[in-house]
């Protein structure tokens, strides 16, 4: 049930985009909901792969793009060119790792007033010059010890 009210949420919002319901779009939307980071085309495609054995990485870069203009999806670009996709719709913040190039939400709520506390007069001062603030990202950069991150995981274990 739960399932099919997905679907139908998914061709609803694809409609009025003007893009096509398909299978392919579907499986694509529904592994960028599964996954806890945010994947870049290849990524999807191979895990897409599973449910879909034939599917182009052309088909799911088309299928990501339809999403994007469905606002199903955030598409994530970065300097060097490459892209990461997010299917989380509020205002939140990103982790990156500058090795592996992986994107992560932020474990913490996202502060509407942030730019104030930085600089009280910022955006008042920005509007003077005609600059209209819409919004802000913050991403903090950095590299997972894995070493770390697993003894975290083995506490979190025992307090089971
Ligand atoms: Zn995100």
């Known amino acids: 049930m739960r399932k099919r009210e997905g679907e ?13 319901w398909t299978r392919q779009r579907a499986a694509v939307y529904s592994c ?9 085309v290849e990524e999807i495609c191979t895990a897409v792969r599973q449910q879909l054995p ?3 990485l052309a088909t799911v870069y088309k299928a990501l793009e339809a999403l994007v203009a469905a606002k199903l999806a955030t598409k994530l670009t970065y300097g060097d060119g490459s892209a990461r996709y997010d299917c989380r719709g509020e205002d939140h913040y990103h982790l990156r790792d500058i090795e592996t190039g992986e994107v992560r939400d932020l474990p913490t709520d996202f502060d509407p007033a942030l730019l104030d506390k930085l600089d009280p007069r910022l955006v008042r001062r920005l509007a003077e010059d005609g600059f ?3 919004g802000y990202r913050l991403e903090v950069l950095g590299r997972y010890d894995h070493r770390a991150s697993s003894q975290a995981d083995h506490s979190a274990d025992s307090q089971l």
């Open 8 to 20: 139908q949420r998914l061709r609803e919002a694809l409609v009025r985009a003007g893009c096509r």
């Open 54 to 56: 034939n599917i182009s």
């Open 32 to 40: 960028l909901e599964k996954v806890d980071h945010h994947p870049t």
């Open 132 to 134: 209209q603030v819409t």
